[in-house]
């Protein structure tokens, strides 16, 4: 399989000493704080207009955009639609967007140049997984998230890998502060919280499928497995990248 195009390393970014010092005094400031009292002052006092909600629209999803909803309706919310998800995926997206009176979403979805210069075939997925998350996700959440001080994302603790020591608060790149507001959560917490809420649960999740990203990358959970074992199976991959530093993404074509 050849694949069409080079991609210059990208500068590394780097977090700020400035980034650091704020996340550890908001860290301070909402150390006793729920997850809906952080997220309403974060969105109400700290970031007001300067925030924005990252979410797949997966299995969890709802829970996050009820609570944002909730305080803010307006929030904007982006989503990356990368042009490989489950149509269920897209239909669920609308079903919670009317629900819950979200105003402001953003599907972002990858430069068209770019997929065709590297993904023409639209099987990079198979052959290079990193280069597709990164075409697909990575650069369209970059561009999504410029001119915002902060994000939100649906990160949770208990996802295990790269996750299992998550703070609530934490210093990103570009000068951005990053807010988990479920990283201390369990996966009742989560459970409870839909019934609570008479939430919809996500269409697939009802057939194996607990964690929801692209439909060529996401395998249905057996009884016993961690909640994400389902991405991209069979490989050392388990993050996209959109959590990752810029000094881990990958450097020359399909080369990954």
């Known amino acids: 399989m050849t694949f069409q195009g080079a991609v210059a390393r990208p500068a590394e970014a780097e977090v700020l000493p400035e980034t650091e010092a704020l996340a550890a005094a908001l860290s301070a400031k909402y150390a006793g704080a729920d997850a809906q009292a952080l997220l309403a002052g974060i969105i109400g006092d700290e970031f ?29 919310v982006v989503f990356l639609d990368t042009g490989k998800l489950f149509g269920e995926t897209l239909r669920y997206r609308d079903e919670l967007v009317a629900r819950l009176g979200l105003t402001h979403v953003r599907s972002v979805q990858p430069d068209p140049e770019r997929v065709k210069n ?50 609530r608060i934490e210093a990103a790149e570009e000068g951005r502060i990053k807010v988990n507001p479920l990283a201390d959560w369990s996966r009742e917490d ?12 996500h269409p697939l999740e009802a057939d194996g499928f607990l964690s929801i990203g692209c439909m060529p990358c996401t395998d249905r959970v057996a009884p016993g497995e961690d909640i994400r074992a389902g991405r991209w ?4 991959k388990n993050e996209c990248g959109i959590h990752l530093p810029s000094a881990r993404w990958s450097a020359i074509g399909g080369d990954l």
């Open 190 to 201: 989560i459970e409870a919280y839909f019934k609570q809420h008479d939430l919809p649960r």
């Open 118 to 167: 590297l993904d023409a075939e639209g099987v990079l997925w198979y052959g290079n997984p990193d280069m597709c998350c990164h075409i697909r996700k990575v650069e369209p959440l970059a561009r999504a998230l410029a001119g915002f001080d902060a994000s939100i994302t649906g990160r949770k603790g208990f996802h295990g890998g790269e996750r299992s020591d998550l703070a």
């Open 233 to 236: 199976r069979g490989s050392a």
């Open 48 to 76: 007001g207009g300067r925030i924005a909600l990252v979410s797949s629209f997966g299995a969890e999803a709802a829970v996050l955009l009820h609570m944002v909803a909730g305080i803010d309706p307006a929030t904007p």
